[in-house]
């Protein structure tokens, strides 16, 4: 009775999931499955219904299942999103189309190569710059100052803003939205001492200046961060800083 009971309250899906492993296809193409699954479930355990039940090959990422670690990033329906975080009843259509995240090289199916996200993040040395030992205890920071970063904190490297920059999709040394975000956290973090100076060296269109400012990089966030206001931000304080280095030099 109650297995009768739960097979009522599942509902039929079709995926189409671009599907591309090099040691087998010269091309990818789309593979379609039919799922039937919870309507409150999400893309991730469609997914992993799919791998469990139909296709053992499938490859994808995840790891948390909580909007957590970023492992899942793919492109759903057009929109680059999580999808532990995605729910199947918010995409209001039974037929779902899942591709691997734009502007970086397919791996296998939807798993993608990163090195070029984290070798762009890794540019900007995003720890904190400080001029004596640690502490024995945190260094404090106060609540005023710590809601200044609180939305770059939120960043899990997911890279889905990384997907959607169209900038990436034309020129892949340009730094990305996460890496400049990231940059303008520590900024404008009170601990931090890195001097502005060391900014000098994204001062070009493949660094703060590189941005378009259309803003997909913060429709593709999933935590909200808005990227674009770091790069703004970044911007802002480094013209500052050669308007007041100008400034005493003409002294």
């Given amino acids: 009775m109650n297995q009768k009971k739960e097979n009522i309250d599942l509902?039929?899906?079709?995926?189409?999931?671009?599907?591309?492993?090099?040691?087998?296809?010269?091309?990818?193409?789309?593979?379609?499955?039919?799922?039937?699954?919870?309507?409150?479930?999400?893309?991730?355990?469609?997914?992993?219904?799919?791998?469990?039940?139909?296709?053992?090959?499938?490859?994808?990422?995840?790891?948390?299942?909580?909007?957590?670690?970023g492992s899942c990033g793919m492109t759903i329906n057009g929109a680059l999103a999580l999808a532990c975080k995605t729910q199947l009843k918010s995409l209001f259509r039974h037929e779902i189309l899942i591709e691997p995240l734009p502007n970086m090289t397919v791996i296998k199916d939807l798993v993608v190569d990163m090195e070029p996200f984290w070798n762009m993040y890794k540019i900007i040395e995003p720890w904190l710059h400080t001029e004596e030992d640690a502490p024995e205890k945190e260094r404090l920071v106060s609540p005023e100052d710590m809601k200044k970063i609180d939305q770059y904190i939120n960043c899990i490297l997911c890279a889905c803003c990384y997907g959607a920059c169209p900038v990436l999709a034309r020129?892949?040394?340009?730094?990305?939205?996460?890496?400049?975000a990231r940059l303008f956290r520590f900024l404008e973090d009170s601990r931090d001492k890195r001097d502005l100076?060391?900014?000098?060296?994204?001062?070009?269109?493949?660094g703060i200046w590189g941005c378009d400012t259309v803003f997909q990089c913060i429709d593709a966030c999933p935590k909200d961060v808005r990227p674009t206001d770091g790069i703004a931000g970044v911007r802002r304080k480094y013209l500052l800083h050669r308007f007041r280095r100008l400034f005493r030099l003409a002294k």
Avoid: M
């Fill in 11 to 69: 509902t039929d899906y079709i995926f189409k999931v671009l599907r591309f492993n090099p040691e087998k296809d010269k091309h990818s193409f789309f593979q379609t499955y039919h799922v039937s699954i919870h309507e409150g479930e999400t893309v991730l355990e469609a997914l992993l219904d799919i791998q469990d039940h139909q296709d053992g090959s499938l490859t994808f990422r995840y790891s948390c299942r909580s909007a957590v670690c």
């Fill in 171 to 180: 020129d892949e040394e340009y730094l990305g939205p996460a890496a400049i």
């Fill in 197 to 206: 100076a060391t900014i000098d060296r994204f001062n070009n269109q493949k």
